[in-house]
């Protein structure tokens, strides 16, 4: 089993920082990339940031210069720090990683339940 587990979702004020985690745990062999996406009422689940495990980062346009994500291989931790936060950015965030359980496994995308950031005006 694997699972991932997100935390450091809240409420803040436009303007305002959070800085989320998610720690993946379980039988897991390694870890490719590690990205975290967000999914707003009536919206689908969209892409915001992603690393892989060389370091290699890319961003949704909407969260460039505001969002920065960063990974602790050590730990199987990704975080995503987040500034300059704008209501539009209120959704449930959800933690992704591809991992390999066992050596020879392939790559399967896991996906932790969430952690709500609303952000007020």
């Known amino acids: 089993q694997v699972h991932l587990v997100e935390s450091g979702g809240g409420l803040v004020q436009a303007g305002g920082s959070l800085r989320l985690s998610c720690a993946a745990s379980g039988r897991i062999f390694s870890i490719s990339a590690m990205g975290w996406y967000r999914q707003a009422p009536g919206k689908q689940r969209e892409l915001v940031a992603t690393v892989t495990n060389g370091g290699s980062t890319n961003y949704a346009d909407s969260v460039k210069g505001r969002f920065t994500i960063s990974r602790d291989n050590a730990k199987n931790t990704v975080y995503l720090q987040m500034n300059s936060l704008k209501p539009e950015d209120t959704a449930v965030y959800y933690c992704?990683?591809?991992?390999?359980?066992?050596?020879?496994?392939?790559?399967?995308?896991?996906w932790g339940r969430g952690t709500l950031v609303t952000v007020s005006s």
């Open positions: 992704q990683a591809e991992i390999r359980r066992f050596r020879g496994d392939y790559d399967m995308d896991y």
